[in-house]
């Protein structure tokens, strides 16, 4: 009897010295676990190394990648409003020159990152620079058109808030490289030719997957129709719903009062609860 309650003593001990074990490990892993913001940011960087490897075409003279030598502030944007899943991802082509290209944020014009947003850092210089493409980081002074139109119209939408339209949404862009040809024009994704054309559409959608999953989010939604026609050669995005969002850049065809248009098109797509919060 007496050894049968020493045995029972001894493994209750044992459970109980188990559990505190397993208590340690949770807490000691849940310390050192990666911050949400930066599980996106190694993502990103899977697709740099793969972009690095790709041959240019002779018509591209000059690649720039604001996610590596803006890395500070667009970590930043990261770190501020990405802590965990979001309901709606708006996804943009590719970085403007005079917006991600100088700060590192999607759609990215100075007035909306330094004084809206509040992000500072430096921003070095790319790998080769156009002399008509400076990088002047968070000192240049030209607007970016397109985020000039969709940041103030969000922040609108949001009950004057940008901080409230992330707490449910956030925007990436499907391609963080900037292109330009000899005279130092912009060449966007959806004009470049032949097989590059269909490697990047292909490693950069294939990086999408991967973050949508991250995110978990509900609505992808497209700015512009070249991420739209991308987003349905994915299969792993079917399952969300897809919508796509006019391009806010002054030199779409028929975009004139595109702030007018957009928010109507919000409004009537129902995404105002997620822009605001609410669900």
């Not at 004084?115 to 968070?138: A, D, F």
């Not at 922040?155 to 409230?164: M, N, P």
């Not at 299969?235 to 897809?242: A, G, P, S, V, Y």
Request: contains cysteine; proline residues 6%.
């Amino acid at each position: 009897m007496l050894k049968r309650k020493l045995q029972k003593q001894a493994k209750a001990k044992e459970n109980k010295t188990l559990k505190n074990d397993a208590a340690d490990e949770s807490k000691t892993s849940s310390l050192f676990a990666k911050p949400f913001w930066q599980k996106f940011y190694e993502i990103e960087l899977e697709l740099n190394e793969k972009l690095s490897k790709m041959t240019k075409p002779p018509a591209i003279q000059y690649i720039y990648n604001p996610v590596e030598y803006a890395k500070e502030v667009h970590c930043e944007y990261l770190k501020k409003y990405l802590n965990g899943c979001k309901k709606v991802l708006f996804v943009g082509m590719n970085p403007g020159a005079n917006g991600m290209g100088q700060t590192g944020v999607p759609f990215g014009n100075i007035t909306t990152v330094k004084y809206i947003m509040q992000l500072s850092g430096l921003v070095e210089q790319p790998n080769g620079t156009h002399p008509k493409r400076p990088v002047n980081g968070l000192q240049h002074t030209t607007e970016e058109p397109s985020g000039k139109r969709l940041w103030p119209l969000l922040e609108k939408l949001a009950d004057g808030s940008l901080d409230t339209f992330f707490k449910q949404c956030f925007v990436y862009n499907f391609c963080p490289l900037i292109y330009f040809d000899k005279h130092g024009k912009n060449i966007t994704p959806n004009e470049l030719k032949g097989d590059y054309k269909q490697e990047i559409l292909h490693v950069c959608l294939e990086t999408l997957e991967s973050l949508v999953q991250l995110v978990n989010c509900e609505i992808i939604v497209a700015v512009g129709d070249y991420v739209f026609q991308c987003l349905k050669k994915s299969e792993n995005c079917q399952n969300k719903r897809i919508m796509k969002l006019p391009h806010p850049s002054p030199r779409a065809v028929g975009n004139q009062n595109w702030p007018e248009k957009a928010e109507i098109w919000f409004h009537n797509e129902q995404l105002l609860p997620y822009i605001r919060g609410e669900l």
